[in-house]
């Protein structure tokens, strides 16, 4: 996904990392002449030096083009800047703004941004479940965004399916926590057979999730 983030301060910084390691294209804008070089030197991603809060470094940044933008800034009056020019001038499909007080949380979701929160692992979780909404669905986040509840259909054809769980190579860091099979709530055990159909539900810590959904949808 082209992701743009607005921000080059720690946030930033370290979202973009995330995003790069995740395969993600990022562009970072900047208005500090000083911390785009150090960024450009440090990232592998396009470093664009510019006020985010208007359009002309926005458009160096192709917004258009992106899926996802993020306003990250150390004020929340132009995250919201930010998230109103993308939504409005640029039709992102996906905003999300940094609230640096909490109490413009709201404000920020009504007024501009899809979503308003001030968690890194949390914005990292809901960028993810936009990537992989066709397989896995994020369900809820846990422990502030560093694990989640999720789900997924098993496929017909995947490798898993006539396996028991006790004969699959599950990450470490899931645990599969329900089946639903033909509207029947399933509490599974180390003998349950997995079924194309199968509704799987499963407590993901960190970044297990994506280790979990390639386990589950490879072919068999």
């Known amino acids: 996904m082209k992701i743009v983030i ?15 390691e995740e395969k993600h294209e990022v562009h970072l804008i900047e208005k500090n002449r000083e911390k785009c070089i150090h960024l ?14 208007e359009i002309e470094p926005l458009e160096r940044a192709n917004t258009q083009e992106a899926g996802c933008l993020i306003a990250v800034t150390g004020s ?17 499909e996906k905003v999300i703004a940094r609230a640096n ?13 899809d979503i308003a929160v001030s968690s890194t692992e949390i914005i990292t979780n809901m960028i993810e479940q936009e990537v992989d909404s066709a397989e896995m ?5 846990l422990n502030r965004g560093r694990a989640g509840i999720c789900a997924m259909t098993l496929s017909h054809g995947a490798a898993v399916e006539g ?17 639903v099979r033909n509207e029947t709530l399933i509490i599974p055990n180390g003998g349950t057979v997995l079924t194309a159909g199968d509704e799987i539900v499963a407590v993901c810590e ?4 994506k280790k979990l959904m390639k386990v589950l949808m ?3």
Do not use: C, W
């Open 163 to 179: 396996k028991t769980l006790n004969d699959i190579s599950l990450p470490r860091e899931t645990l599969i926590i329900s089946i």
């Open 40 to 53: 450009a030197n440090e990232l592998d991603a396009e470093v664009i030096y510019g006020d985010g809060t």
């Open 6 to 20: 607005v921000g080059g301060g720690k946030l930033g910084y370290s979202l973009a990392e995330n995003l790069l």
């Open 218 to 220: 490879e072919k068999g």
């Open 206 to 209: 960190g970044n297990s999730r």
């Open 76 to 92: 929340d009056q132009d995250n919201l800047v930010a998230a109103q020019l993308a939504k409005k001038q640029f039709k992102v």
């Open 101 to 113: 007080n909490p109490r413009n949380t709201n404000a920020l979701r009504m007024l501009g941004a």
């Open 137 to 141: 669905h994020l369900l809820t986040t």
